[in-house]
């Protein structure tokens, strides 16, 4: 039987890679996408590789339509795409919405919200049985920001990452007779490089937990929606957030 082959936007670095990483050692070939650490993605596709999967890294702006569809068919050289994770994501500078710079707020906004809705778009159109495909499951990355609104840091991210869990909500009941399965994790509080230096002591009192999440934590979520075992499962939001 084949591999069953999985696309990773901006999964180079911190849960994307994490997720590659797992996948990989548990039988799928894996296209590493990354916008500009070549190195990073070279290192998950070595990991990939050494599990014993197939594994290529895909240069590519998951803001920019023409190069999403280009990644797209360019992970396509591993094989049928089955399953697909959104990790691409960026926060800009921290600070209160009055402060920010209009540059930012579109920045992340082109990346979170456009950028995702074409990926979800390109992958309809490629997986679903309604064209020709023979569905997959897809998990969208999306935040607890969302919930907790990135008061004082990010509020432009927080919406951003709003419109993730409704896009997840209303393309998954679009496709679910299509055979695609698409659902979202929304991590807390992750010791990833996407925070500020100092962020996550600053806000170690208001995790629950006391700590903050793992990278592999929020990967064994992601896996757990990909694969079968949640078989049942569509348009839902997983929190991976320690409580928070």
């Given amino acids: 039987m084949p591999c069953p082959v999985l696309l990773i936007a901006g999964g180079s670095r911190g849960i994307g890679a994490a997720a590659a990483k797992l996948a990989g050692a548990r039988g799928y070939d894996v296209a590493v996408n990354y916008l500009s650490n070549a190195n990073a993605a070279a290192s998950v596709v070595a990991t990939v590789k050494a599990a014993g999967g197939n594994s290529i890294a895909i240069q590519g702006d998951m803001a920019r339509e023409d190069e999403i569809a280009r990644v797209f068919n360019e992970a396509a050289k ?24 209009t540059k930012t707020i579109q920045e992340t906004i082109d990346v979170n919200t456009f950028g995702a809705l074409i990926f979800l778009r390109e992958a309809v159109r490629r997986m679903s049985t309604k064209h020709g495909g023979k569905g997959g499951s897809i998990v969208m990355l999306s935040s607890m920001a969302a919930v907790i609104g ?61 700590r903050p999440g793992t990278a592999e934590e929020v ?25 928070r």
Avoid at 176 to 204: C, F, Q, W, Y
Wanted: charged share 20%.
């Fill in 219 to 243: 990967a064994e979520a992601i896996l757990f929606l990909l694969s079968d075992a949640a078989s049942y499962i569509t348009g839902a939001t997983l929190n991976v957030s320690g409580g």
């Fill in 78 to 101: 591993l094989g049928p795409l089955t399953h697909l994770i959104h990790s691409s994501g960026v926060t800009g500078k921290n600070s209160r919405l009055d402060a920010v710079e």
């Fill in 150 to 210: 990135g008061v004082n840091e990010y509020t432009w991210y927080a919406a951003a990452k709003a419109a993730v869990d409704t896009m997840v909500i209303g393309v998954a009941r679009e496709v679910a007779k299509e055979g695609i399965r698409i659902n979202a994790v929304s991590p807390g509080a992750i010791d990833t490089d996407i925070h500020e230096p100092g962020r996550l002591e600053r806000i170690m009192p208001n995790l629950p937990m006391g």
